[in-house]
């Protein structure tokens, strides 16, 4: 319901639910239904008193509300607490926060321990009935809080999926590893053969070991050598700038890095080798931090879609809220590469802004287009060797875009539940520092890749 910030009457008094009442011609009761039951009220006569409570600028008491309803109209976010801000979950939380207000509620941010996903936080919340609901992010293996909050029934929504056991609950993620298969399929087309990796320590994130096998399906498909192409390193840029230094001295024209901060650490070494990036050697990062634009070369980088991903999330919990009995729906949604002149041609020749993938590309918006929705939970592995895969709505002829952790892009694992709209979604994994698809992909105990690039 649209709402004013007008909250007095035109004589300076406080605006009343009586008040509106009267104007309206309806008794009271008839507006508190308007206000918490509008389904109860004939559309002409909700949509009468709904103009009333605009032209007033009448807002309800949210204590009242609560007294009533038992809800607070408060989402709990847990955040850990870090050094600087972090572009990427910023943006994520100006989304979540914009979409929870237009749906009359507001977020509750408290302190979340740094290191892995833990329940601190979550009990003391729920102890106080302060909170109707949670948005989790940073979601990893071994995560105890899905199946904490579940047996309470507790409601909640992953920002990131379950990567470990039985699925439990709701969740919206980016693909990853579609992100990363798009880059080496850009790549590809511009001559590319010999093209590495840059992540993050296996296995000390769920999300960067995703990126990692979008890469590593795309290189088996195209039948390219992966034996000393990859490298890792903590989500610092010295660290990186010594762990790419294998990959260069073994001749890879191209490097795809697992996030912004691992690009800029490959920037630094080459240039303390004499060489461009870009015309020398190909460099893709991940994130799209605001940073990419800005680096010389402009950074080619794999984005998010963090305002569709911060509208889901508030659109899974609340109908989890008003439906706890519905099926678990899950979405997938698709990134984009945003083709710079960091990704050239083989030899240095320019590549007028061509790329692959889903969604838009050279500078295209972060908002991936996306399709299909996985409703079932079910997110059976596939042969990450085999390359195969369906296509995915977007993506450069002969790409896979199927998933090792999800169900292959542009379909559904099992059908959505009644109601829920198949257009429009995609396969994707979480990403932004700190969680995997969820608010941060970066490894735990690392410096925020945004962060670093800023200083």
Sequence with gaps: MPRSSRSTSAKGGQV????????????????????????????????????????????????????????????????????????????????????????????????????????DGYEELLDQHEVDGFVLSGTEHGDPRQAWLAKRDVPFVGFGRMWSGRQIGDWVDVDGA??????????????????????????????????????????????????????????????????????LDGGATAVIAASDMLALGCYQTLRERGAAPGRDVAVVGFDDSPTAGLLFPALTSVAQPLEEVGRECVRLLLARIGTPDAAPERLLLEPSLVVRDSAQAVGGGADGGRSTGAGPVNGGSAEGSSAGRDSAGSNAPSDSASG???????????????????????????????????????????????????????????ASAESALAE
């Design 388 to 446: 195969s895969g369906s296509a995915s709505s977007g993506s450069v002829p002969g790409s896979s875009s199927a998933d090792n952790n999800s169900p292959a892009h542009g379909s559904s694992a099992s059908s959505s539940p009644a109601g829920s709209s198949a257009a429009g979604r995609g396969s994707a994994q979480n990403s932004a520092p700190g969680s995997n698809s969820a608010v941060g992909d970066a490894p735990r105990g690392s």
């Design 178 to 247: 579609s992100g990363t298969d798009a880059a080496v399929e850009h790549l590809v087309s511009l001559g590319h053969r010999r093209i590495a990796f840059l992540g993050w320590e296996r296995g000390s994130s769920a999300a960067g070991d995703d990126r990692a096998e979008g890469w590593l399906r795309a290189m088996r498909r195209h039948g390219l050598p992966t034996r000393g192409r990859r490298a890792q390193s903590v989500n610092e840029i010295d660290a990186a700038r010594t762990a790419v230094r294998p990959l």
């Design 16 to 119: 009343t639910l009586a008040m509106v009442a009267a104007r309206a011609g309806v008794s009271p009761q008839t507006v508190s239904n308007a206000i918490n039951s509008p389904a109860m009220l004939r559309p002409e006569t909700l949509e009468r008193v709904s103009r009333v409570i605009e032209e007033m600028g009448y807002r309800p008491s949210r204590a009242a509300q609560t007294l009533r309803t038992r809800s607070s109209r408060l989402i709990g976010y847990g955040v850990q607490p870090g050094p600087a801000s972090s572009p990427v979950l910023d943006r994520f939380l100006h989304a979540l926060s914009q979409a929870a207000d237009e749906a009359g509620y507001r977020i509750l941010l408290f302190a979340a321990p740094p290191g892995l996903p833990s329940l």
